[in-house]
């Protein structure tokens, strides 16, 4: 997952997270005030985030002078007496805003990874305000009539192929944002669009709360029956940092729930962890989210008709590669049927072996898992938990870094002495025939205060606009901390999103453009996980099984004989992953091209959606709705959590290049890669980049033939 925040319809796009290394001093050691947050980096490697000078309180203050700066910035562009050029309009908004980027960005990685009472108000007053900014930004005129008046001559300036691209986005993101619109609808939208930062942010809150207040005790071994030690140790670890010490506790995240709803032999408890795994945001409490999700759909409603969109779906869609809902829907509905059909038989085979074991009950979705998990050791001989011994989570680190050598040639070396805000991450430089690339950091594991899921960000983006700056980019994960110094070892799916996060991560380190609006991954929503798609697959390949997948406690090397087990069940489960995945994105998109000016219930609707797909009792949505916070915590995903499918669709095909060239590390095919995709950003048109790569349009029964389906 990629995450951005504000000011997306201007030339800035700032992101937020966390960075660190191991053995650095905490972030508030020494803190320090506005200026801080606002100053230009200094120190090593072009600069750093000030992370061991923060104190929190100056976060709102920073981002109210930011916004004053910057303010100032976009009047003097926007009334200059000059007649319209790329160089005094789109040149100046390029660099306009960094201090405010600074500010916010470095408040963004306390909100999404050590928040608090006091960030947690912080958020709720500066959501607010940056919604409100962009807004001033985006309708003010003078600065829309320059930007137009580029756009209109961009062909005839000679300008280059980067600098008329930007004109094109920049004319299309300020267009879509109401930028056109008579005052009285400007005002509503900025009306619009305010309430809903406060509604975002209340919903994100809401969910972290509930994952953070709610937790299942184990209070004995018999509550323990089928969890393997490893997994055991660490609810053991999570029990004593709630001041349980001598118990186990199921923690309200997907890397605690998913595993024991697998192995759990007690069918009573993986029903009260499945409930409170599904039910976030929809506890009878304050932080229910239900109503907070009607609110958000009738003003997303109304801001689409007011931008001339019939739906928000159809808005959202406008600018993307699918370019409307018809498209994205076309594609989900032809996986759709061969996923659910896959998946009944998925349930069937696990329903008989429950049977044959005395079973007397209809799997339930709190079933599914454990009893798929049987079938897939009975069928192929393959036990998962035996496959995790391979699984530890410093050398799947080391995996990531070796295929991005192979690949595209980089070198990963661990640096210390760097500001820290958290002792448990790392950072890396990265480097290419010994020359400065950017640097790489790691935020691994679940806390207090960290929203759940994965994700990358960008703290600096990479460009050559006045200097060469390198770009400085983050993973985030929440895998559950062992017992103090032992292993952590991680389940395959965990090392699948560790690929999959470093796929977003080698987007923005290996980005090569001019100007750093459309550097990295600043590129379309259904184009920004194609690399992390694809970067999936370099998980399966001998060279990193072979040199990485090592016993924990031996140290020896996956046997060819698990991999092969590996290999054959590879599609094993695909029903139940493709199902579970395609419902929440149908769910989505239905929800958004459903007129919610009369309110929508959001259950209620994903009680109807189930309904009418012929969802199977034995699964639910991914993300059920008032946990969604894809599509309800911000905009970015919202009618868009279909990308993933459309963009795996991009890698299903890719990868066929790699295996036609004979290995997945093939230097042709990977420069090639890397030359028309990883670098070029949005520099270049999402579809004109993959028929660059590929010699020609996306072939859809790709996606297929890679999941075991039929193709049509």
Same mark, same amino acid.
């Given at each position: 997952?990629?995450?951005r925040t504000?000011?997306?319809?201007?030339?800035m796009?700032?992101?937020?997270t966390?960075?660190?290394?191991?053995?650095m001093?905490a972030?508030?050691?020494?803190a320090?005030?506005?200026?801080?947050?606002?100053d230009?980096?200094?120190g090593?490697?072009?600069g750093?985030?000030?992370?061991d000078?923060?104190?929190?309180?100056?976060?709102?203050?920073?981002?109210v002078?930011?916004?004053?700066?910057?303010?100032?910035?976009?009047?003097?562009?926007?009334?200059?007496?000059?007649?319209?050029?790329f160089?005094?309009?789109?040149?100046?908004?390029?660099d306009?805003?960094?201090?405010l980027?600074?500010?916010?960005?470095?408040?963004?990685v306390y909100?999404?990874t050590?928040?608090?009472?006091v960030?947690?108000?912080?958020?709720r007053?500066?959501?607010?305000?940056l919604?409100?900014?962009?807004?001033?930004t985006v309708?003010?005129e003078?600065l829309f009539?320059?930007?137009k008046s580029v756009y209109?001559?961009r062909?005839?300036?000679g300008?280059?192929a980067e600098?008329?691209?930007?004109?094109?986005?920049q004319?299309e993101?300020?267009?879509?944002?109401g930028?056109?619109?008579?005052?009285?609808?400007?005002?509503?939208l900025k009306?619009i669009n305010r309430?809903?930062?406060?509604?975002y942010?209340?919903?994100?809150q809401?969910q972290l709360k509930?994952?953070e207040?709610f937790f299942i005790p184990?209070?004995s071994?018999?509550d323990?029956?089928?969890?393997p030690?490893?997994?055991r140790?660490a609810?053991a670890?999570d029990?004593k940092?709630r001041?349980?010490p001598?118990r186990?506790?199921i923690?309200?995240?997907?890397s605690?729930a998913?595993p024991?709803?697998?192995?759990s032999t007690r069918r009573d408890?993986?029903?009260k962890?499945?409930?409170?795994?599904?039910?976030?945001g929809d506890?009878a409490?304050?932080?229910?989210?239900r109503?907070i999700?009607?609110?958000i759909?009738?003003?997303r409603?109304?801001k689409?008709?007011?931008l001339g969109?019939?739906t928000f779906a159809?808005?959202?869609?406008?600018?993307?590669?699918?370019r409307n809902?018809?498209?994205?829907n076309a594609l989900m509905?032809?996986?759709?049927?061969?996923a659910v059909?896959?998946f009944?038989?998925?349930?069937?085979?696990?329903q008989?072996?429950?049977n044959?074991?005395?079973a007397?009950f209809?799997?339930a979705?709190?079933?599914f898992?454990?009893y798929?998990?049987k079938?897939r050791k009975?069928?192929?001989?393959?036990?998962?938990t035996?496959?995790t011994?391979?699984?530890?989570l410093?050398?799947?680190?080391e995996?990531i870094?070796?295929s991005a050598n192979r690949? &595209?040639? *980089?070198?990963? =070396?661990?640096?210390s002495?760097? /500001?820290?805000?958290?002792? %448990?991450?790392?950072?890396y430089e990265?480097t290419?025939?010994g020359?400065?690339?950017?640097?790489?950091?790691?935020?691994?594991?679940?806390?207090?205060g960290?929203?759940?899921?994965?994700w990358?960000n960008e703290?600096?983006?990479q460009?050559?606009?006045?200097?060469d700056?390198?770009?400085i980019?983050s993973?985030?994960?929440n895998?559950?901390?062992?017992?103090?110094?032992a292993?952590v070892?991680?389940s395959?799916?965990?090392?699948?999103t560790?690929?999959h996060?470093?796929?977003?991560?080698?987007h923005g380190?290996l980005?090569?453009t001019?100007y750093?609006s459309v550097a990295?991954?600043?590129?379309?929503?259904d184009?920004?996980e194609?690399p992390s798609?694809?970067?999936?697959?370099?998980l399966?390949?001998?060279e990193v099984l072979?040199r &990485?997948? *090592?016993?924990? =406690?031996t140290?020896?090397?996956i /046997?060819a004989?698990?991999? %092969?087990k590996?290999?054959k069940?590879?599609?094993?489960?695909?029903g139940?992953?493709?199902t579970?995945?395609?419902?929440?994105a149908?769910?989505?998109?239905?929800?958004?091209?459903t007129d919610?000016?009369?309110?929508?219930?959001?259950?209620e609707f994903e009680?109807?959606?189930?309904?009418?797909?012929?969802l199977?009792?034995e699964i639910?949505?991914?993300?059920?709705?008032?946990?969604f916070g894809h599509?309800?915590s911000g905009?970015?995903?919202?009618?868009g959590?279909?990308?993933?499918?459309?963009?795996d669709?991009?890698?299903?095909?890719?990868?066929?290049?790699?295996r036609a060239?004979g290995?997945?590390?093939?230097?042709?095919?990977s420069?090639?890669?890397?030359?028309?995709?990883?670098?070029?950003?949005?520099?270049?048109?999402?579809e004109v980049?993959?028929?660059n790569f590929?010699?020609?349009d996306?072939?859809?029964?790709?996606?297929?033939?890679?999941?075991?389906?039929p193709?049509?």
């Open positions: 997952m990629k995450r504000f000011l997306k319809g201007t030339a796009t700032v992101s937020a966390g960075l660190g290394a191991n053995g001093k972030a508030n050691a020494k320090g005030g506005v200026d801080v947050l606002l230009a980096w200094t090593a490697y072009g750093l985030p000030p992370y000078r923060i104190a929190t309180s100056a976060f709102k203050p920073a981002i002078r930011g916004i004053e700066m910057n303010r100032a910035e976009i009047v003097a562009i926007a009334n200059q007496p000059a007649a319209p050029t160089a005094n309009t789109l040149a100046r908004l390029e306009a805003g960094r201090p980027g600074r500010a916010a960005g470095m408040f963004f909100s999404g050590m928040s608090d009472a960030v947690q108000k912080t958020e007053e500066v959501g607010p305000m919604a409100a900014f962009q807004d001033e309708q003010n003078a009539a320059r930007i209109d001559g062909v005839s300036a300008l280059s600098e008329q691209r930007i004109a094109e986005l004319h993101s300020f267009a879509r944002q930028a056109g619109l008579d005052p009285a609808k400007k005002k509503r009306a309430e809903l930062s406060q509604l942010t209340t919903f994100s809401n509930d994952e207040t184990l209070n071994e018999a323990l029956a089928g969890i030690g490893g997994l140790a609810y670890e029990a940092e001041k349980l001598g186990w506790t923690a309200n995240t997907r605690a998913e024991f709803l697998t192995f408890l993986r029903e962890v499945f409930r409170m795994w599904t039910q976030r506890n409490n304050a932080q229910n989210n109503q999700i009607t609110k759909l009738k003003l409603q109304e689409a008709g007011l969109h019939p159809h808005w959202q869609l406008a600018s993307n590669m699918a809902p018809e498209n994205a509905t032809k996986v759709w049927k061969p059909a896959k009944r038989d998925e349930v069937a085979e696990a008989q072996l429950a044959s074991e005395g007397e209809k799997l979705a709190w079933d898992r454990h798929a998990e079938v009975a069928k192929y001989d393959l036990d998962q035996e496959v011994q391979y699984l530890k410093d050398k799947m680190v995996a870094f070796f690949v &595209f040639g *980089l070198e990963f =070396k661990k640096l002495g760097i /500001p820290v805000y958290h002792p %448990d991450m790392t950072v990265v290419r025939g020359a400065h690339v950017g640097l790489f950091y790691f935020d691994p594991f679940a806390r207090k960290k929203r759940s899921g994965a990358m703290y600096r983006t460009e050559r606009f006045k200097t700056i390198k770009p980019v993973n985030n994960c895998y559950v901390k062992g017992k103090r110094g292993p070892l991680i395959w799916d965990d090392a699948v560790l690929f996060e470093f796929g977003h991560a080698l380190l980005s090569n001019t750093p990295g991954s600043n590129v379309k929503r184009f920004v194609f798609q694809i970067m999936e697959r370099w399966e390949t001998p072979g &990485f997948c *090592l016993h924990y =406690k140290g020896k090397p /046997p004989a698990l991999v %092969d590996f290999r069940a590879r599609n094993a489960g695909q139940f992953a493709t579970e995945y395609l419902a929440s149908i769910f989505d998109m239905r929800i958004h091209m919610a000016s009369a309110g929508i219930d959001p259950v009680k109807q959606v189930t309904a009418e797909l012929g199977p009792d639910v949505l991914r993300h059920r709705p008032t946990a599509i309800f905009d970015g995903y919202s009618a959590y279909y990308v993933y499918i459309w963009a669709t991009l890698s299903a095909d890719s990868i066929e290049v790699f060239a290995s997945m590390f093939d230097p042709a095919t420069k090639r890669f890397q030359d028309t995709i990883m670098s070029v950003g949005g520099s270049v048109p999402p980049a993959f028929r590929r010699g020609r996306v072939d859809t029964d790709a996606l297929m033939r890679d999941r075991g389906f193709s049509t």
